[in-house]
Nanobody, 127 residues
Framework: QVQVVESGGGLVQAGGSLRLSCTAS????????MGWFRQGPGKEREGVSC????????YYADSVKGRFTISRDNAKNTLYLQMNSLKPEDTAMYYC????????????????????WGQGTQVTVSS
């Protein structure tokens, strides 16, 4: 049984930082590109970032480029999202997902590209 579990969310002031973690079990972690998504209040779930199976290729939404960094440790079956210079508009539930495709590719930000999802971790940024 595949389990994907996020952690590291919390309340932070604008300009602050958080690091999210995601551990996955029940799957061969290094065979899956991994992604982070978020869903703010009253908004659609949107792609934040994707990382290739080896970790050498990354993708970011324009809204987080230069502030967020995705990384992975395949030996620990763990995905990370380092979030710096946080803004109130980053407030959302953040989800980790394992892709069903061999690469992130052009559709990395679409939910349909991902097979396994976590339950999410809440990030709240106060102004």
């Amino acid at each position: 049984q595949v389990q994907v579990v996020e952690s590291g969310g919390g309340l932070v002031q604008a300009g602050g930082s958080l690091r999210l973690s995601c551990t996955a079990s029940g799957l061969t972690f290094d065979e899956h590109p991994m992604g982070w998504f978020r869903q703010g209040p009253g908004k659609e779930r949107e792609g934040v970032s994707c990382i290739s199976r080896s970790g050498d290729t990354t993708y970011y939404a324009d809204s987080v480029k230069g502030r967020f960094t995705i990384s992975r440790d395949n030996a620990k079956n763990t995905l990370y999202l380092q979030m710096n210079s946080l803004k109130p508009e980053d407030t959302a539930m953040y989800y980790c997902a394992a892709s069903s495709r061999p690469i992130c590719g052009g559709i990395w930000s679409f939910k349909v590209a991902y097979k396994y999802w976590g339950q999410g971790t809440q990030v709240t940024v106060s102004s």
